[in-house]
């Protein structure tokens, strides 16, 4: 179990360097550098000049060298000008050259600035993950309980009338993704041409305080689209669980179909469903970044729209840094509880 | 011409739309009668028939292609025209000059959404399937001897696609359909990589099947290697780009910059997918009975692969298939949705939907009409593919 949990981590510390290397690669490309250069020095210099802009930012260093300083496990770069000041990526401003340490990346807590926001990325991202972490809390309280109920249902049974509606549920809920879902949910229920209104289309007061009337439609439309896959494996899982040998005996024996289902079949039938739900996150991440761009609510994902939209480099690689810890530190979960909660694994 | 200039009510916009459809509605009845008389003899395709939501979600799918076909013959309108007293007027109202009326009303540009929406579907049906295809074939060359084998070359493989799935979609596509990027030729050497093996898959495919049969199978080699050697030059290489290898004259196939981008990043997120589900099967099924009597008659590794594997594990994979279809568009909406790749005028789905969703509680109908035909594409593939995972399972 422990070699097992050493080899899991080392393998997800060298994907996450590996993915943060190339999205740090695809960020500060040439191109990216001198639209930087430009909005910060003026858009009309010269190509030199955006070449000694580079040059006096540490930009022009080799990759490798800039991509280890912004990890934090090289020196920062230091700069002494024809007029003896020091300058150097771990020099903030007004600050003496001579007691600034030498390292300075994400390892050392110090996320950059973001350019558009004008503010510490760390900072920022706090704020707003914060606001997503709402998001996401409601999601998963209404998402998780909902869909295990819809597959249980369906699945206890196998091929009745329940089942086949229930599956033609799920089945329509993930042909809807998040655009489709929230463009009708709006239309539907916030909309004048129907009239209903009884939510607001929009979420960007909710960011202040959550109401019922400000939140449903954004949870509603993420747990939408998440809700049929969910369902699905579980509904999988159960019609698997209710043909072996212990149910029938069980049934045999003559235990209630209600307390089969409840003490004997429920238990077994929510291991895949786990490793399903743990493995959601990342793709509720897709779900939070269409729905906070479409409902206007400045959240997590919104950031990241708006980080990438205006080359905000420090910004997106503390977005994406963010993102793909997410999306391993949830695969790792997923591995380790499936592991645990499934003995035959656990043993051998 | 007095009566044309009336608005139209719900009931005489839905007869129009169902009349400028009956290209589609012969077609469709023509494919169901057919498939239905000779259902016997089609095979897995004719079993489809016996299932209700088989056969629901195959009539939406056809629906939609023969739409992308006949989608000339559909349209009312010019995609692009724009009518400036037509801005997000209501369905069914007519055009100023007699000529007609917007069935579905107008977005906020005065342009017809009805005609858009049958545009539309044309993008939707050229890209995703074709889209599909070639990751399939890439997942398909990659996955099988990555389980055959195993050792070094499926733990390097297998921790490619991993990194590939640790990318949050929407990030990867951030960061790959960009002006930047495209200007560094990146996608583009994508392009060649990825493209490059379903040729070799093809080659590898010919070669297996034909050994025995040297002649033969030179000629048939070089005939694919010629055919399929210009198709991906003439695919990669584009005039003033950083790959121009091909000259002008031989370059046949001209795909737009920002399509191939497109393509070639949701190949790029589809690919690792399929390679996982390929290299699954397969170190399953390698350890059958016939595997192992095609490996004591001394077939070689690519016949056992591609010849004795492959068709053994095409169930799951034809399912899988059509619900990445379905997954393809979702991810082509997203594209749009978000304004990268596909330009803002295109008619396509996602960008529609993003165009008409700033006025959605005034004028829902430009963002409501893509939505649910989106919908409607996705579940129908969707049914499709569970009614054919219901009769795979029969036998």
Redesign the interface.
């Known amino acids: 179990m422990l070699k097992f949990l050493v080899r899991r981590v080392a393998t997800m510390i060298f994907t996450a360097l590996c993915v943060t290397f190339v999205v740090f690669y695809l960020t500060n490309l040439p191109p990216n550098l001198e639209k930087v250069a430009k909005s910060e020095a003026g858009s009309r210099i010269s190509d030199e000049e955006v070449a000694s802009w580079l040059e006096k930012n540490g930009h022009a260093q080799p990759l490798l060298k800039r991509y280890g300083e912004w990890l934090g496990v090289m020196p920062g770069w230091t700069r002494t000008d024809d007029a003896g000041t020091v300058t150097g990526r771990c020099i903030r401003k007004g600050e003496d050259p001579a007691t600034t340490r030498t390292y300075c990346g994400i390892l050392q807590g110090d996320w950059g600035q973001s350019t558009v926001f004008k503010s510490d990325v760390s900072k920022i991202l706090a704020t707003r993950l914060s606001l997503t972490g709402i998001l996401m809390f409601w999601v998963m309280v209404t998402m998780v309980p909902l869909s295990l109920l819809i597959g249980v249902l369906a699945g206890m049974r196998e091929g009745s009338k329940l089942d086949r509606s229930l599956s033609t549920f799920s089945i329509a809920s993930t042909a809807t993704p998040e655009y489709v879902s929230g463009v009708i949910l709006i239309v539907v229920f916030a909309s004048k041409l129907v009239g209903l209104q009884w939510f607001k289309g929009t979420a960007n007061s909710a960011m202040d305080g959550i109401t019922f009337e400000n939140f449903a439609l954004p949870v509603a439309t993420i747990v939408l689209y998440g809700t049929g896959y969910i369902a699905r494996m579980t509904r999988a899982s159960m019609t698997e669980v209710m043909t072996a040998q212990y149910i029938r005996t069980a049934r045999l024996k003559g235990v209630s179909f209600a307390n089969v289902v409840m003490k004997h079949a429920l238990r077994n039938a929510l291991i895949a469903p786990f490793t399903v739900i743990m493995l959601q996150f990342p793709w509720l991440l897709n779900g939070v970044v269409i729905v906070e761009t479409l409902f206007n609510y400045k959240g997590f994902g919104w950031t990241l729209v708006s980080a990438a939209g205006n080359n905000d480099i420090q910004l997106l690689l503390g977005c994406s840094v963010v993102a793909v810890l997410v999306v391993l530190v949830t695969q790792l979960i997923s591995d380790i509880g499936y592991v645990f909660l499934n003995p035959r694994i656990r043993i051998s | 011409m007095e009566s044309a200039m009336e608005p139209l009510a719900w009931g005489a916009i839905l007869a129009s739309v169902l009349r400028l459809f009956l290209p589609v509605w012969i077609a469709l009845v023509a494919t169901f009668a057919l498939s239905i008389v000779f259902k016997r003899r089609l095979g897995l395709y004719g079993k489809l028939f016996d299932s209700t ?1 088989g056969m629901i979600g195959f009539g939406f799918v056809m629906f939609w292609v023969f739409t992308a076909l006949f989608a000339p013959l559909i349209e009312t309108r010019d995609v692009l025209s724009q009518i400036s007293q037509m801005k997000n007027v209501l369905p069914g109202t007519p055009i100023p000059d007699g000529s007609g009326h917007y069935l579905f009303g107008g977005d906020n540009l005065g342009r017809d959404v009805f005609s858009r929406m049958v545009a539309g579907s044309r993008i939707v049906i050229q890209i995703a399937p074709l889209a599909t295809m070639f990751a399939f074939m890439v997942g398909v060359t990659l996955g099988l001897p990555a389980g055959y084998y195993g050792g070094v070359f499926d733990t390097g493989l297998s ?1 490619l696609a ?2 590939v799935l ?6 990867l596509f ?3 359909v ?4 495209v ?2 030729g ?1 996608p583009q050497y994508i392009a060649v990589v990825l493209f490059i093996l379903p040729l070799l898959f093809l080659v590898l495919l010919i070669n297996s099947r034909y050994y025995v049969t040297p002649g033969f199978r030179n000629i048939v080699i070089a005939v694919v290697l010629v055919i399929g050697g210009w198709a991906y030059l003439s695919l990669v290489s584009e005039a003033g780009t950083k790959i121009a290898v091909l000259p002008q004259a031989l370059d046949i196939i001209h795909v737009p910059a920002n399509i191939l981008i497109v393509f070639v990043s949701v190949v790029f997120v589809n690919a690792p997918t399929v390679f996982r589900i390929v290299r699954g099967i397969v170190l399953d099924i390698k350890t059958r009975d016939y595997v192992s009597a095609a490996q004591t008659r001394g077939e070689r590794p690519w016949y056992i692969m591609l010849w004795e594997i492959l068709p053994n594990a095409r169930g799951p994979l034809i399912v899988d298939f059509c619900l990445r279809i ?1 997954y393809t568009t ?1 991810l082509l ?2 594209l749009g ?2 304004g990268l790749g596909l330009s803002p005028e295109s008619p396509d789905w ?1 960008s529609t ?1 993003n165009a ?2 700033k006025l ?3 004028a ?1 109908w430009p ?2 009409v893509p ?2 035909a ?2 409607s594409l ?2 129908g ?3 499709l593919a ?1 009614g054919l995972r219901e009769e795979s399972l029969k036998d």
């Open positions: 939501v921790f991993n990194l640790a990318f949050p979609v929407i990030l951030y960061l790959l960009t002006p930047e990027i200007e560094t990146l379905g979702i909406g997203t949705f978000f996602g939907i008409g969703r959605l509680t005034i829902p963002a409501l939505a649910i989106l919908m996705v579940l593939l969707n049914l569970d």
